[in-house]
């Protein structure tokens, strides 16, 4: 098969796999919120970014759910925001919750913008994809921002890859790293980590399981 060929089956393979989890998070639409509803770690990973950020940055928030805690926040700290999520019910959510940031339906794997934002900040929504297209999403990313621009990565603390599980009624894939690959990953990419939280999380639902989370803020190095 030729490289060409490969990357055909590899688009159409992924195509189908986007559509299965833009089903899925449109069934879970507010049950996300309900189930997971104290978001620590989010919040105070935004609140260290807004400290350094220029007065009307332009932040994108990739995977942006229901816009709340993140897009929400961003907002009102008087940035400019666009969101995106793979899943319609969600990018509703987040325009009724959040009128005053942009939002649209997208694919992270599809994101082609360059030298647009002064952030990106993914929370959660890496973990979705198989390891091996990890480093393109980053390599995107990295691409997205200004030179010297900031990221915020939040992952579940695991060493799996691509790996099915019940998620709220709906069954997802996901992959994971342990602390150090994770954070070699996010260097490897581009990027220096200039801050690393670790919290342990018990979400308010019997179908999501307690999960260690990790929140990366790192800076665009060129």
Same mark, same amino acid.
């Given at each position: 098969?030729? /490289? ?8 159409? /393979?992924?195509?189908?796999? =986007?559509?299965? +989890? ?13 189930? &997971?509803? !104290?978001?620590? /770690? ?22 942006? /759910? ?25 990018? #509703? ?17 599809? +994101?082609?913008? #360059? ?7 993914? &929370?959660?929504?890496?973990?979705? +994809?198989?390891? =091996? ?8 990313? !990295? ?13 579940? #603390? ?8 019940? &998620? ?9 790293? +342990?602390?150090? #690959?994770?954070? =070699? ?13 670790? &919290? ?23």
């Amino acid at each position: 098969m030729t /490289g060409e060929a490969q990357d055909s089956t590899r688009v159409e /393979g992924w195509q189908d796999r =986007a559509a299965s +989890l833009a089903a899925a998070f449109d069934n879970i639409g507010q049950d996300y919120d309900e189930a &997971f509803p !104290h978001k620590e /770690g989010q919040i105070e990973c935004v609140q260290r970014l807004a400290g350094r950020l220029p007065e009307g940055a332009r932040v994108l928030d990739l995977g942006c /759910g229901t816009g709340m805690p993140t897009s929400r926040q961003l907002v009102d700290a008087g940035f400019r925001v666009t969101g995106t999520d793979i899943s319609p019910t969600m990018v #509703e959510l987040a325009r009724r919750n959040v009128p005053e940031a942009e939002f649209a339906v997208a694919d992270i794997l599809d +994101l082609s913008e #360059e030298r647009a934002y002064d952030a990106v900040i993914a &929370f959660f929504s890496l973990l979705v +994809l198989p390891r =091996a297209r990890i480093p393109e999403a980053l390599a995107a990313i !990295h691409r997205a921002l200004v030179p010297g621009g900031l990221f915020c990565l939040s992952m579940v #603390e695991a060493d799996i890859d691509d790996v099915p599980i019940q &998620f709220l009624g709906n069954q997802v894939r996901v992959s994971g790293y +342990l602390r150090d #690959e994770l954070r =070699a990953v996010v260097e490897n990419a581009g990027f220096s980590v200039e801050d690393e939280t670790a &919290f342990s999380y018990a979400p308010a639902s019997s179908q999501a399981y307690p999960e260690v989370q990790l929140f990366l803020t790192c800076r665009r190095v060129d």
